[in-house]
């Protein structure tokens, strides 16, 4: 039951959003004189509407977003009323227009930098000193796996773990491996590969804050290179040891007051945006990882995912309890939204935004060059390859929801 209810709790939030995405359009547009006939939450019939003034608001029947009618978003709209002329939205200053498109991405910005802020108050948000390199803190694990196939538990046949044979425990902090220092995680790994598989090594650590040491028979694994999942496959040592662990008494996430929740939550937000950008980046190399997913191979955990497969994810955040993971996939993907549609491609708003300012460059070049204005870009011309970003997105969505209904990802 808390399944469905975080199911439908989190698709509700983003249909909340998306329709606010919408109303930033509106209210900015009205602000600034512009004509807006239409705001609508939903797709389809209608199902209930009223007209306040000049706008027509209401409720559509398929709840798959919303959208708002502004008058003359562009010079070839041809159901302008004569008497609307004036107040066209594509006769208004660059600014304007700009402010009044990129408004529905402000909107999904502020609404995660406000969900942030309140998370930071009361749920916390994750211990920034868990994404820099950490001592080597370690878990001790039960067995080794030899083959290069590591995501399963132990089953009988598998090594003891060298480290739980000699003794180490978890939350030990090794500090050195055969005389040389280790300073993270990341290093002990290295120091332990450069070692002869089912050789010996001498390892430095501390407990309770005592410095000791014990000498351990390490095992004899097939990995690929460190950093490098689909590399070649070769015999390497293994000490059985997870990481990094937090140090021992290091929460994984932090509350703050609410002064100390505003530098939280920028930091966070900073972190975020670098995250969306290369998360857009990557997105055309994990296109064949979906369609593997779709076919039957097991599905990344770093492939994209629908409103479907995130709506999924805060059910189960839910079922568990998890309200914090809930917060931040609502936060994510709300930022995800806000770049997305900023991206200079018709008919998203960044499309249109780009191509006002083109318009305006244009002018500006011509008239220094002593030449008429040439006017406005006519979106006509543009269609086919509007067409072919409609035609392509509209592919990727169906494939993202697709992977999410036969593979999705989960968190347990």
């Excluded at 209930?48 to 398929?62: A, M, N, Q, V």
């Excluded at 498109?101 to 916390?124: D, E, Q």
Aim: hydrophobic share 45%; proline share 9%; net charge neutral.
């Amino acid at each position: 039951m808390l399944f469905l209810i975080g199911v439908v709790a989190f698709a509700l939030g983003i249909l909340i959003s998306v329709s606010l995405h919408e109303a930033g359009h509106m209210v900015t547009a009205k602000a600034f004189g512009m004509k807006v006939t239409k705001y609508f939450v939903g797709f389809g019939p209608t199902i209930w509407s009223f007209k306040r003034g000049e706008t027509e608001y209401g409720l559509k029947g398929i709840p798959l977003g919303g959208f708002c009618k502004i008058v003359g978003m562009t010079p070839q709209d041809d159901d302008v009323d004569p008497a609307d002329q004036p107040r066209v939205m594509w006769k208004y200053p660059v600014w304007k227009r700009t402010i009044v498109m990129g408004a529905g991405s402000v909107t999904h910005f502020l609404l995660a930098i406000v969900a942030l802020w309140l998370a930071a108050i009361f749920m916390g948000l994750p211990n920034p000193a868990i994404e820099k390199p950490q001592p080597a803190y370690v878990k001790i694990t039960d067995c080794v796996i030899v083959g290069a196939t590591v995501n399963r538990d132990c089953v009988p046949g598998d090594p003891a773990s060298p480290a739980k044979q000699a003794g180490l425990r978890d939350d030990d902090k090794i500090t050195a491996v055969n005389g040389v220092p280790v300073a993270t995680y990341a290093d002990l790994v290295n120091e332990i590969r450069k070692l002869p598989p089912n050789s010996q090594a001498t390892v430095n650590y501390q407990r309770d804050g005592a410095d000791q040491q014990v000498n351990v028979n390490l095992a004899s694994v097939q990995r690929p290179p460190v950093g490098d999942p689909d590399g070649p496959v070769t015999a390497v040592s293994a000490l059985g040891v997870a990481g990094p662990n937090l140090p021992p008494g290091m929460p994984t996430m932090v509350k703050y007051n609410p002064v100390e929740a505003f530098p939280a939550t920028a930091d966070y937000t900073g972190q975020l945006a670098v995250g969306t950008v290369q998360s857009l980046q990557r997105l055309p190399q994990k296109i064949p990882a979906l369609w593997d997913a779709v076919t039957g191979e097991p599905r990344d955990a770093d492939t994209p995912i629908s409103v479907v497969g995130a709506s999924r994810l805060g059910g189960e955040a839910a079922q568990h309890g998890l309200w914090e993971i809930f917060v931040l996939l609502f936060v994510s993907l709300n930022f995800f939204i806000g770049v997305f549609n900023l991206l200079p491609l018709l008919p998203l708003d960044g499309g249109h935004i780009a191509i006002a300012w083109f318009e305006r460059a244009r002018s500006w070049v011509f008239a220094r060059l002593g030449k008429p204005d040439p006017g406005r870009v006519d979106y006509f011309k543009l269609m086919p390859v509007t067409y072919a970003v409609i035609l392509i997105g509209g592919a990727f969505t169906l494939l993202t929801i697709t992977a999410d209904i036969i593979n999705p990802i989960t968190l347990f």
